[in-house]
């Protein structure tokens, strides 16, 4: 018996719809796992933007899925083939078909609201157009979701709703709560100019910036430690929201860590607090890393220009980032 043999360990793919093929009866999957060499515990579909689900209302219709559904972003082509026209039926068909070899599938994407078509234009989700007080300073395609809209209304409320409703319609076992989404794609010290994100933290702290202070000067050098805490906080309470809307549903969830961060960046630099997510329903973590941020690859490899000896002491930075991990969610 292998030390993977527990149940412990689980095999999961996370994977766009351009690793499937459409052109087939089963949309590929048999091939996928002959190929694969190994059947997964689960599949996370990443569906990439935030379209997917703001442009789903119904299954009664066949739909052609956008390019961002079909590929992350768009994009043209992988080793294998070209990007595919998928619809929505198709999608469920691959979703079934999934099931079928008893692999549980996710839905994910990313807190994206716009992508560049094969033309180079900026194609942006309508409801998201219509609502840029939602946007992250400095981008106009990258969502804040702790934000309100214009009437005050929380979009964490709306948005999980439309979530919930996408999962049941097309049978996903649950969602994969990945970036931008599980913590924001900006850092809490770049957000601090944010209108309604300053409004809330305003209210939520009592404090008043006075007339001759820059706000960002303000809470940066006299605030930050309440700027933190009002962070974690407003994610605990869209966790809170999400996990029980979820339950209700039946669905699952697992979330991304705060861009491979361990609990204490993941907090100073994302206002998420892992120690709180277990209590508030959370009982998954992708605890992802990024190869080339962890350099793997030494100066012998693809023209990396780190020693052997650098990329050690990365490698154990993401290891005591592990272990660290582990302690705040035991």
């Known amino acids: 018996m292998s ?17 499937f093929d459409n ?15 190994f059947v997964p515990n689960g599949i996370s579909l990443l569906l990439s933007w935030l379209g997917f689900v703001f442009q789903h209302n119904t299954l009664s219709e066949e739909r052609k899925l956008s390019p961002a559904e079909c590929s992350y972003s768009g994009h043209e082509y992988c080793p294998e083939r070209r990007r595919q026209d998928w619809t929505n039926l ?3 068909g691959l979703i079934r078909e999934l099931h079928k070899h008893g692999v549980k599938v996710y839905l994910s994407f990313f807190n994206l609201c716009g992508y560049v078509d094969d033309d180079g234009v900026n194609i942006k989700d309508t409801f998201h157009r219509e609502h840029p007080e939602l ?21 964490e409320d709306l948005l999980q709703t439309k979530v919930v409703k996408v999962l049941c319609d097309y049978e996903f076992d649950g969602i994969q709560i990945a970036d931008g989404i599980s913590s924001g794609r900006l850092t ?9 994100m300053l409004v809330q933290f ?25 700027w933190i805490y009002f962070h974690t906080a407003r994610f605990a309470q869209f ?4 996990y029980e809307k979820l339950t209700a549903a039946g669905k699952e969830a697992m979330f991304n860590n705060a861009w491979t961060c361990g609990p204490f960046d993941a907090m100073y630099r994302y206002g998420v607090d892992y120690r709180l997510l277990p209590e508030l329903g959370a009982t998954n973590c992708m605890a992802e890393d990024v190869s080339a941020g962890l350099a793997i690859l ?20 993401f290891l005591t980032k592990l272990m660290l991990t582990k302690a705040a969610m035991p």
């Open 239 to 242: 966790y809170r929201k999400f």
């Open 188 to 196: 809490i010290r770049n957000s601090i100019a944010q209108d309604d």
């Open 135 to 155: 946007l992250d300073k400095g981008t106009d395609i990258s969502v804040n979701v702790l934000k309100r809209l214009s009437d005050k209304t929380y979009y």
């Open 90 to 92: 198709q999608l469920q």
């Open 23 to 37: 052109t087939v009866p089963d949309f590929g999957v048999s091939n996928f796992l002959k190929r694969a060499g």
């Open 298 to 317: 030494s100066e012998g490899d693809n023209g990396y220009l780190m020693t052997d000896e650098e990329r050690r002491r990365v490698h154990y930075q």
């Open 202 to 226: 305003l209210e939520y702290t009592g404090i008043s910036i006075p007339k001759d202070e820059d706000p960002m000067d303000f809470i940066l050098h006299k605030h930050y430690t309440k």
């Open 3 to 19: 030390f993977f043999d527990s149940d412990r360990f689980q095999k999961w793919c996370w994977i766009e719809l351009i690793g």
